[in-house]
């Protein structure tokens, strides 16, 4: 059975653990305890978190384009969109980035607005539609 090599980078983990199959390494995994966070972008839900900016895609190697997008999320049962959020975006594959501090300051907001302390810029009308209606 193989061992698991130490990482010194999250990217040299990434880039390890996408040609390597986990189940290979089974005994040298450990079981650990985390919490899941369960706010995902519902829009981009590939969406990778990076500790920092490489300066190129950690999977392809292709240069970023810097991008904003709309961090849509539900807390409580309601449905929360966050505009102008910074992310990156690799020119040739288009796969997502966004870094830990970015994602700080989301949930910074998320949890401002739960204390009541901002008020949405805008509010949207979404449509809402049942499949029972159509069948
Ligand atoms: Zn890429």
């Not at 384009?65 to 539900?74: C, N, P, R």
């Not at 830990?100 to 949890?111: A, F, I, P």
């Not at 302390?117 to 809402?128: A, E, I, S, Y």
Request: glycine share 2%; charged share 30%.
């Amino acid at each position: 059975m193989a061992k698991i090599p130490k990482f010194e980078t999250l990217d040299d983990a990434v880039e390890f653990w996408e040609s390597h199959d986990s189940a290979d390494y089974e005994e040298d995994l450990e079981d650990v305890q985390f919490e899941v966070d369960l706010r995902k972008n519902l829009l981009h839900p590939k969406l990778t978190v990076l500790t920092h900016r490489p300066a190129q895609c950690p999977r392809c190697q292709h240069d970023f384009d810097d991008i904003t997008i709309e961090y849509v999320t539900s807390v409580d049962g309601r449905l929360l969109v966050i505009r102008d959020v910074p992310a990156l975006r690799c020119q040739i594959n288009g796969h997502e980035y966004i870094l830990e501090k970015t994602l700080d300051e989301v949930e910074h907001l998320l949890d401002l607005q739960k204390k009541a302390q901002l008020q949405p810029t805008t509010t949207l009308n979404v449509p809402v539609f049942s499949l029972k209606t159509t069948v």
